[in-house]
């Protein structure tokens, strides 16, 4: 049993480290000796564990995705339907923003090849729609939603999260800018969303 936690550890060490040098580097950028640098352990170790720099990537991305498909909205959501969409939103975007590596990780591979892998899309795909359909399910709008809509809503909070806080502060003086990005993102979400 010992032996399994030393293993899971030094897995998700390497995991890591991979998971940040692929958001920075992309994949043509990082090296597994850099990523088994940064994790403390040698080439093979991290071999031994990922079998190799494509089954690294893989793995980084699929835990990214896990780490972003965890959302879950928030139970005592308002009775009226504009606060209640504001809420949402405004937990999507502090749980995304509270995970920029793992959205990092996973902008950069679709930036790099144009498209996450196949199997991530896959999952998308199937388990995107029923995680729109529960987000849409708390926000209970009593209508039909565009699904455009839902991906432009989607695209900005992934931008804003991911954002220095020195390149929106000036567009939220008066504000903190967490506060004035989550209220912009629920303006924003009302137009989309209700109107």
Same mark, same amino acid.
């Given at each position: ?36 640098? &940064? ?25 990214? *995705? ?36 793992? &959205?990092?990780?996973?902008?950069? !591979?679709?930036?790099?090849?144009? !498209?996450?892998?196949? *199997? ?15 987000? &849409? ?17 989607? *695209? ?25 990005? !989550? ?13």
């Amino acid at each position: 049993m010992r032996t399994e936690g030393r293993a899971d550890e030094t897995r998700r060490k390497i995991l890591d480290a991979a998971s940040w040098c692929f958001s920075r580097e992309g994949y043509a950028g990082t090296t597994t000796r850099t990523v088994a640098r &940064l994790a403390k352990v040698n080439v093979a170790t991290l071999n031994y564990h990922f079998g190799g720099k494509e089954a690294l990537h893989t793995a980084a991305l699929d835990a990214a *995705h896990d780490e972003l498909a965890a959302f879950a909205p928030p139970s005592d959501l308002p009775e009226d339907a504009e606060p209640r969409v504001r809420a949402v939103v405004a937990a999507l975007y502090h749980f995304a923003r509270s995970r920029k590596a793992a &959205l990092r990780l996973l902008l950069r !591979a679709t930036l790099n090849e144009g !498209a996450l892998p196949e *199997h991530l899309r896959e999952r998308q795909a199937t388990e995107g729609l029923t995680r729109a359909r529960d987000l &849409l399910g708390a926000m209970d709008l009593g209508r039909e939603v565009d699904p455009l809509s839902l991906v432009s809503l989607s *695209h900005l909070v992934t931008r804003y999260a991911i954002s220095a806080e020195r390149a929106v502060a000036p567009f939220t003086p008066g504000e903190g800018v967490d506060q004035g990005v !989550a209220r912009h993102l629920g303006d924003v979400a009302v137009a989309l969303l209700l109107r």
